[in-house]
């Protein structure tokens, strides 16, 4: 009866052991459960008060609706979080920037996602924000900074429209990806990267791929971004392409290493200086050239401005009213000459679709800088100087050390340099348009070309 009873005991022991563990097992699963946020019927109304109840590794699922909200997710304890709408239509899933509320006051972000390291957000639309749609930024930009705090981000199947200023914005991160998105109507761009800084070992790409940008005052704008490979997109219909560039106001100076390839860039003839414009800009210019604005060029598919290491390759480049690409310097407001044009290169680009939709001018160089080259593009049309060689503005690769290609420095070529400066110079800015070669576009996919009317060019 004993050796029943101890056996009884030691079976209900091993028994409760089991219990136990399983109970542990259940709340461990239990505490990794998705954070659901709906409109009704939810334990979470807002996307605010799941964010705040998260941890690390945390997913915040967001059921169908519209959430008039600003979030903002801050700090490590919120690494890996997964902030998800819906799988199938990202539409669906709607922050409204209108009349949007954070805890400061008015919404400025969508999203805003501080010292966060491997965040993924996806599959949901970001609108009418009165700065960004989703921002991804480190609070430490000072040059020298080595904390790393937003690296890993991952910005999947979102769709950002008519914020202020940028649809999808990244500062001061690296290793991210931003992917099979839609960024349209911005008074910037519909994607930046910027102010990466240095890393070291084995350099952390970010990547962009699968985007489509239109409507915007730029698809792509990255100042002082390095390591960036943007591939696989359509940019059309923005007042220009794709501009990587170098500014003082900005820390990690230059805009150095990064791969353009394998894009659709096209009809970026959007002239959103026009009253009738959708969006408008944000920029006060590039800068001041004596009580001038330099504002920035339209018409153009892709602009390297003041960058370093740059490859443009296997793009089709047509269709645009002024230049398919262009690349210069900063010769007016470049501290320590970090905005020089080097060792840039356009290989292998087909551009103006073989005749049919061509650029006005396929390449522009301001003769500035050294190493800049062009090789194996189809169609290669060449913006002349009349006091240099065009060996000398567009070499081919590798191109030769100045003075037999490029100044050097960040000063270009003089009758360039006045080109570009007329144009960017012109005023009112609108009137750009006005030394555009415009034609037709044949049809292209399924798109439409999207052109602002009222330009006034008699005169």
Known sequence: MKRCLGALVAI????????????????????NEPLVVCKFGCKYKTIQKAVDKSGKNATILIEPGKYKEGVIVEGKK?????????????KKVILEGKNAKSEDGLAQNGIEAIDVKGITIKN???????TNGIFIRDSNLADGDKSLDCDDYLVKNTFTSYNRAYGVYAFGCVSGRMTKSTGVGHG???FYVGATPPTKGKPKWTVLDKLDAHTNIQAFSGTNSRYIEIKDSNFYNNGSGVVPNTLDSEPYEPATIGKIHDNNIFWNNYNYYLPDSKVQTISNGLGQLGDQTINFPTGVGVVLFGTTGWEVYDNEIFGHFKW?????????GNEGNDAESTN??????QMGRGGTDTNAVDFFNDGSGSGNCFQGNTSSTFDPSGSATNGNLYPTCPAPAPPASGTGSSAGDAQQFGDLAGYVLTTPPSDQECSWT????????????DEVAGANCSD
């Open 78 to 90: 919120h690494n890996g979080l997964t902030i998800a709408g819906d799988t199938k239509n990202a």
């Open 324 to 332: 398919g690409a262009a690349v210069f310097s900063d010769a007016v």
């Open 124 to 130: 949901l639309t970001a609108r009418n924000y009165a």
């Open 438 to 449: 415009k034609h037709s576009h044949p049809p292209f996919m399924d798109y439409k070309p």
């Open 12 to 31: 209900l022991a091993v028994f409760g052991v089991a219990l136990m563990a399983a109970g542990t097992a259940s709340a461990a699963k239990k505490g």
């Open 188 to 190: 910037d761009s519909a």
């Open 344 to 349: 840039n290169s356009f290989v292998d680009n």
